[in-house]
C-alpha cells in the first residue's frame, strides 16, 4: 500500500521534527513548511497530501489565513495546533472548515492516532471513477465522455487533459504544469503542444468549450462556476 503524504506545518523547527519523527515512525510520508506562504506552495505542488497539520501563529501567513487559502480549492483535512484553548477559536476554525483542534502542548501519540483516524473518516468508499460538471462527463474507467447525454470522441491525450482541467476546476494551470501532469514531462516541453490539444479539445466541446479560459501569459484554467467537481 502506497504511504500516505502528511505536510507538516509549523515555525519551530524542533516541533515539526518531534511531529515529524512519530509520523514516520507510523508509515507516512512527511512535508515540511515554515510559514503558510510555504505551505501553499508545497501544497499545491503535492496534489497527493492526504492530511495537513497547520500551526495556528506563524510569521508571513498564520494558519487561519492559510486554511481559508486551502478551502478555496480543496477539502483536505486539516488539523490545527494552537496554544490557544479558548472555545471562540474552536469554533471559528472549525467554521473555517477545520477537522481537527490540538491544544499544545500535546502528545504526539496522540497526535499521530487521529491522524489517522482521520483518514479513515475521510477515505472514499470507493474509487471515484466520475466527473461531471456543466454537463460534461468523463468516466475515468470506461474513458468515455458525454456532453448533455450525447458522447464526444476525444482522442486519449484529449481525454487526459480534459481530466486534469476538470479534477483542478477554478485552479489557473501553467502549460509547465499540464505539461508535468499530462504528458509527464520532466522538462519544459514546448507550450505548442498543449496550445494545439486545448484548440482541439475546446472545438470537440462545442460550446462547453467556452469554460477553458486562456490564462495569458500563463495556461489555461478550466472554469465550471462550482470548484467541487461531483463524482461517482
Request: glycine share 6%; hydrophobic share 35%.
Amino acid at each position: 500500500m502506497e504511504k500516505q503524504t502528511i505536510l507538516v506545518v509549523d515555525d519551530e523547527q524542533r516541533m515539526r521534527k518531534l511531529v515529524r519523527d512519530f509520523l514516520v515512525r507510523d508509515g507516512y510520508e512527511v512535508l515540511e513548511a515554515g510559514d503558510g506562504q510555504e505551505a501553499l506552495d508545497i501544497f499545491f505542488a503535492h496534489k497527493d497530501t492526504a492530511l495537513i497539520i497547520l500551526d495556528v501563529m506563524m510569521p508571513k501567513m498564520d494558519g487561519w489565513e492559510t486554511a481559508r487559502n486551502i478551502r478555496q480549492y480543496s477539502k483536505v483535512p486539516i488539523i490545527m495546533l494552537t496554544a490557544k484553548s479558548e472555545e471562540s477559536d474552536e469554533l471559528h476554525g472549525f467554521d473555517i472548515g477545520i477537522d481537527e483542534y490540538v491544544t499544545k502542548p500535546f502528545s504526539p501519540r496522540t497526535l499521530v492516532a487521529r491522524v489517522g483516524a482521520i483518514l479513515r473518516r475521510t477515505a472514499p468508499e470507493e474509487t471515484e471513477t466520475k466527473l461531471s460538471m456543466n454537463g460534461i462527463v468523463v468516466d475515468k474507467t470506461a474513458h468515455t465522455v458525454t456532453i448533455d447525454g450525447r458522447p464526444v470522441d476525444l482522442s486519449y491525450k484529449e481525454f487526459e487533459l480534459l481530466t486534469y482541467f476538470m479534477e483542478n476546476n477554478g485552479i489557473a494551470l501553467s502549460r509547465e504544469k499540464i505539461l508535468n501532469n499530462v504528458w509527464n514531462y520532466d522538462y519544459f516541453g514546448d507550450a505548442r503542444t498543449i496550445d494545439t490539444h486545448v484548440k482541439k479539445l475546446r472545438s470537440k466541446l462545442g460550446t462547453k468549450g467556452d469554460l477553458i479560459k486562456t490564462i495569458w501569459g500563463m495556461g489555461y484554467k478550466f472554469e465550471s462556476g462550482d470548484n467541487t467537481p461531483r463524482s461517482n
